[in-house]
T-cell receptor, first 113, second 113 residues
Framework: GENVEQHPSTLSVQEGDSAVIKCTYS??????FPWYKQELGKGPQLIID?????GEKKDQRIAVTLNKTAKHFSLHITETQPEDSAVYFC????????????FGTGTRLTIIP | KAGVTQTPRYLIKTRGQQVTLSCSPI?????VSWYQQTPGQGLQFLFE???????NKGNFPGRFSGRQFSNSRSEMNVSTLELGDSALYLC????????????FGPGTRLLVL
């Protein structure tokens, strides 16, 4: 089955600096790569996603890059703010017929004011 | 449009009991997936339902079961509860199958004593 590795497990950055979280996956047939943010006591919230026919996608301060050849993708948050503090999960969805999401182990991001 | 709703939000049960959790997907969404989240194992896929049929199943014992109704609402049942079943159970819905974005509910936190 799919194997997703996520690094780092914890990340602390000064407010205003950038944060980068990386994930690698094993199944080259996977074609959809979402990122979720989970705050305490809440369910995961989709913040950005990318599909296998796109290399990069940006939404204001958040961007995701995908390298299908190397089977890795990254989340980039620029100009970090205190409200960015949360646990971030990458996920990988299999090809049609196996659409379950396989999640990374999560990154606890702390923004230092 | 209302998001995914899950009931109850919190539940305390004792070993050997059974429990039923409910999920109402976003209006118009036809696919519902269930995930278990624990500190040790992270987010793990339980099963997916589409058009009242189970389409995918994760690696969980037969004590975990589910169903989907004609209005796309879904329930999951855990029989003969064990201490290790204590977890946050998350439901996610998507409009259709395939590489569709999944939106999560707030989860049901189950504590087994």
């Amino acid at each position: 089955g799919e194997n997703v590795e996520q690094h780092p497990s914890t990340l602390s950055v000064q407010e205003g600096d950038s944060a980068v979280i990386k994930c690698t996956y094993s199944d080259s047939a996977s074609n959809y790569f979402p990122w979720y943010k989970q705050e305490l006591g809440k369910g995961p919230q989709l913040i950005i996603d990318i599909r296998s026919n796109v290399g990069e996608k940006k939404d204001q301060r958040i961007a995701v890059t995908l390298n299908k050849t190397a089977k890795h993708f990254s989340l980039h948050i620029t100009e970090t703010q205190p409200e960015d503090s949360a646990v971030y999960f990458c996920a990988v969805q299999g090809a049609f017929g196996n659409e379950k999401l396989t999640f990374g182990t999560g990154t606890r991001l702390t923004i230092i004011p | 449009k209302a998001g995914v709703t899950q009931t109850p939000r919190y539940l305390i049960k004792t070993r050997g009991q059974q429990v039923t959790l409910s999920c109402s997907p976003i209006s118009g969404h036809r696919s519902v997936s269930w995930y278990q989240q624990t500190p040790g194992q992270g987010l793990q896929f339980l099963f997916e339902y589409f058009s009242e049929t189970q389409r995918n199943k994760g690696n969980f014992p037969g004590r975990f079961s589910g169903r989907q109704f004609s209005n796309s609402r879904s329930e999951m049942n855990v029989s003969t509860l064990e201490l290790g079943d204590s977890a946050l159970y998350l439901c996610a819905s998507s409009f259709n199958r395939g590489d569709e974005t999944q939106y999560f509910g707030p989860g049901t936190r189950l504590l087994v004593l």
